[in-house]
């Protein structure tokens, strides 16, 4: 009853046209679930990307954005707690969740043998989820950045045949980067729960 209630009052919004913040820029995780969610509950949405997830609420919280996608957990590596930490401080609420299958890959610009690689960057949680395969190479030197995407940006930027990336396959054809290798987490089945915070609850009754 729930769902079905649920379903009546998203598809009264559906026309409108609604902004949704994520951490990105475009090809990170967030983006792909903001994506897929905005595609199944919107006809007509904005994507606004954000370089932290303090920007993401910020921007809910002062009307910059209706809607904002976060990730929670992880069944690898268990809860975002910096991204839980936040939310208790907030006063938007949960209005919605979306799980997201994450294939992880190793991205280059150049097809190198994994042994040439020096220097490798991501968001920490790609680290934490992916932590088996990169014990396997301890001569790498982890770099940490603000999301996947960036990662990806920054070796494009430094164009160092060396450098790699973790990030996703959507991420590789936006950048043109090459992928080493695939399905890289420790659990494979590797899901990301994000949840959708706007600033009112949905009030829904049968009256509706």
């Known amino acids: 009853m729930q769902k079905k209630?649920?379903?009546?009052?998203?598809?009264?919004?559906?026309?409108?046209t609604h902004k949704f913040s994520f951490l990105g820029p475009n090809g990170s995780y967030s983006h792909i679930a903001?994506?897929?969610?905005?595609?199944?509950n919107f006809i007509q949405c904005a994507l606004k990307p954000c370089s932290t997830f303090e920007e993401?609420?910020?921007?809910?919280e002062n009307?910059?954005?209706?809607?904002g996608i976060l990730p929670v957990s992880n069944n690898s590596s268990g809860k975002i707690h910096n991204v839980v930490n936040l939310?208790?401080?907030?006063?938007?609420?949960i209005v919605g969740e979306?799980?997201?299958?994450?294939?992880?890959?190793?991205l280059a610009i150049k097809k190198i043998e994994l042994n040439q690689i020096k220097k490798i960057y991501s968001h920490p949680q790609p680290f934490l989820q992916c932590s088996n395969f990169i014990k396997k190479f301890p001569k790498w030197q982890?770099?940490?950045t603000t999301s996947t995407t960036a990662a990806m940006e920054k070796i494009c930027k430094y164009n160092e045949i060396t450098n790699a990336a973790l990030g996703s396959k959507i991420g590789s054809k936006i950048y043109r980067l090459n992928i080493l290798c695939k399905n890289l987490?420790?659990?494979?089945t590797n899901i990301t729960k994000f949840v959708i915070i706007h600033r009112n609850t949905i009030n829904v009754n049968d009256k509706n």
Do not use: E, G, M, P
């Open 56 to 60: 993401v609420i910020f921007s809910v």
């Open 98 to 106: 979306i799980n997201i299958f994450i294939d992880h890959c190793l």
């Open 87 to 93: 939310l208790k401080k907030t006063h938007l609420f």
């Open 142 to 144: 982890i770099r940490y």
């Open 185 to 188: 987490t420790n659990n494979t």
């Open 5 to 16: 209630l649920l379903n009546i009052f998203l598809n009264k919004k559906k026309y409108i």
């Open 63 to 67: 009307n910059q954005s209706d809607y």
């Open 34 to 40: 903001a994506c897929k969610y905005a595609k199944k």
